[in-house]
């Protein structure tokens, strides 16, 4: 018999039992669903973790301050401030791992536009503090040497804070006021969305560190005499020195701030990046975890399968041996229900594929979710389905096979 | 082939059939001598439980006998493999059943071009002949209706030009009035004698006497042997 010839009678079997194969369908239909939207969701995590690597920057590390103890009371990391503005540039200069350093001085306050105020964090620092974060400007220029050393009244906001200030207005060359000093915004940075916290990183001002110091931040007691910073932002060249930059960066830290040996580092040397590594391992893991869940319910649609066509078998047992009588040998009968049953799990892979696009869609848009649809995602899941319809359906075709004719014609 | 033309269509020696039940065998049929020649309308009759039916299956191929001999047109066909089985009975040999075992809600043009489909007849061909065996038993107009919308003699009539659509040697009919009417019964009778008439070999297993009648030759069993074996003498007009 040829295989076409086996295709249609599989077809027509199939079509006859409209109700019943609609609900063997349904078991690989979702099994297919689950495993396309678990990998896709998995993927979309994995794929956000990148996307917060790549928008922190790549191979970052920072050095915070050390901790202050008061009278048996510790302070947390910074409480103690230990680092310096000179710290940062020793590093850039010195340590050959070391790609860029930048200073930063962290405080927050009302930024102020015409009748518009927004709240938000900013920055004092070098323009290295762009090279770090490997953040572009969007519209106008970074700062120029003359206004990093003479405490320029310059200003780069993110977009968020260029949104809330001017709408859809372009804010280069606009006057804002930080406590009560006015700026001019020379540039709108580059969009960077959120971060692994689920921080706004747009929502931020940058401006000289010496303007950060001696114009906004001013201790009044010593304006401009403090050259103490909140952190240094570290980026480290490619290659696989990384944890050899950062032993030399705490040498050269440890000898400036002149500790001796049996002192502890005054100062914590945070590896951002490997952070952020460890996350995506994890959400690696939890990717795997989920597909490994959702072919569960393939194998389950599998079983299903080979219950209905065992029932099919005996249910069909006399058609079986009319088949036989007039002339169908047992490897055309054993092809017929193969047939049927890979015809059943194809069909069901195609629609579970279909359902799956639907269903990644549905919480990609109702979930806020992220996720990746992948074509070899689709196809493995497909190809899954083929082998449970081969396999769960060769030993029901086998039993039908294996009638004699005579038995299988006067069942009753 | 020349051989096979003169030798008779049936021809069998010593034939027996065993069934296993549980531990102890029981003889179905014990030892059968029959030859059945081409063109004869051959009547079996007997009891349940005579062997007839273990007889007929012999005949149909659709069962492997435990001892004897069995030559459908000149070839062996005791010792052939399953496969081989399959093809003498999809290219020789015509069944009719009494339930008809047509293929539910398949129309009877399919139904008919069943066998044609297991003996790689093309499938311009297939219908083609389905159709002309159909119109052979009056049933030209009803190429599309699938078995409910039929009434039994019809359906009869289908699984008939079912049976000859490969134009075999042998037409096997296992009680095909089993389940009509007097009447229907009749006019299938009928039908099969017009067959017997156009050359087709004719081997019917009823236990009824008045459709026996219909028959050239009854052969009577009883515990699994030939009890009578003679000439119908007062066929009906």
């Known amino acids: 018999m040829s295989p076409l010839a086996t295709l249609r009678i599989a077809l027509l079997a199939l079509r006859i039992n409209k109700l019943r194969s609609a609900l063997t369908m349904l078991g690989i239909i979702i099994g297919v669903a689950a495993v396309i939207i678990m990998i896709a969701v998995g993927r979309g995590a994995q794929l956000r973790v990148q996307d917060q690597i790549r928008s922190l920057g790549s191979n970052i590390v920072m050095v915070l301050n050390g901790t202050n103890t008061s009278g048996g009371a510790r302070g947390g990391a910074g409480s103690q401030p230990t680092i310096f503005e000179e710290d940062a540039y020793a590093l850039g200069r010195e340590i050959e791992e070391v790609q860029a350093a930048a200073p930063t001085l962290r405080g927050s306050g009302q930024v102020v536009f015409g009748n518009a105020n927004w709240s938000t964090v900013f920055y004092g620092t070098t323009t290295d503090y762009l090279t770090v974060r490997e953040w572009g400007i969007a519209e106008g220029r970074p700062f120029e040497d003359a206004e990093m050393n003479g405490a320029g009244k310059v200003a780069l906001i993110g977009q968020t804070v260029a949104n809330s200030l001017f709408g859809d207005a372009n804010p280069v060359d606009q006057v804002i006021r930080i406590r009560k000093v006015p700026l001019t915004v020379i540039g709108v940075l580059e969009r960077k969305g959120q971060n692994m916290m689920g921080q706004d990183q747009d929502d931020i001002v940058l401006m000289p560190l010496s303007t950060a110091r001696n114009r906004i931040m001013g201790n009044p007691a010593s304006p401009g005499k403090s050259r103490n910073i909140s952190s240094i932002m570290v980026k480290m060249r490619d290659g696989p020195q990384m944890d050899q930059g950062i032993a030399h960066m705490r040498e050269l830290l440890r000898q400036r701030h002149r500790l001796q040996d049996d002192q502890d580092d005054d100062f914590y040397v945070r590896n951002l990046s490997e952070i952020l590594e460890a996350q995506e391992a994890a959400s690696k893991v939890m990717a795997m975890l989920l597909a490994a869940v959702a072919s569960v319910s393939l194998l389950v649609g599998g079983i299903g399968i080979m219950n209905i066509m065992l029932v099919s078998v005996t249910e069909r047992t006399r058609e079986i041996g009319l088949r036989m009588a007039v002339g169908a040998r047992g490897r055309d009968i054993l092809l017929q229900f193969l047939v049927e049953a890979v015809t059943l799990s194809l069909i069901g892979g195609l629609l579970g594929i279909a359902l799956g696009i639907g269903g990644q869609e549905l919480i990609a848009r109702f979930a806020g979710w992220p996720t990746v649809l992948s074509l070899d995602a689709m196809l493995l899941a497909a190809g899954f389905a083929a082998f449970v319809g081969v396999f769960f359906g060769y030993y029901p075709a086998r039993k039908a096979a294996s009638l004699s004719p005579i038995d299988a014609l006067r069942y009753e | ?237």
């Open chain 2, 1 to 237: 082939m020349a051989a096979a033309l003169i030798a008779p269509l049936i021809e069998v020696s010593g034939l027996g059939k065993d069934y296993a039940m549980g531990n102890t065998l029981v003889a179905a049929l014990r030892g059968v001598d029959l030859r059945i020649d081409r063109g004869e309308f051959v009547a079996i009759m007997g009891a349940s439980g005579s062997g007839k039916s273990t007889f007929m299956n012999l005949l149909g191929c659709l069962d492997k006998p435990s001892r004897g001999r069995y030559r459908l047109a000149g070839e062996e066909v005791s010792g052939l493999s399953g496969d081989a089985l399959a093809r003498v009975r999809n290219q020789r040999i015509g069944f009719v059943f009494q339930h008809f075992n047509l293929l539910a809600r398949t129309s009877a043009l399919d139904n008919v071009a069943l066998p044609l489909l297991y003996g790689h007849t093309p499938a311009a061909e297939r219908t083609q002949r389905a159709r002309q065996r159909l119109s052979e038993v009056g049933l030209g107009e009803r190429l599309a209706h699938q078995p409910s919308q039929l009434s039994g003699g019809q359906q009869q009539r289908v699984a008939i030009a079912r049976a000859l659509v490969n134009n075999p040697t042998l037409l096997l009919a296992d009680e095909p009035t089993g389940a009509l009417d007097t009447h229907t019964s009749l006019e299938i009778m009928a039908l099969l004698q017009a067959l017997n008439r156009g050359g087709l070999t004719v081997v019917l297993v009823t236990h009824e006497h008045d459709i026996a009648r219909h028959a050239r030759r009854i052969i009577t069993f009883r515990d699994g042997e030939v009890i009578s074996d003679q000439p119908n003498t007062v066929l009906p007009a």
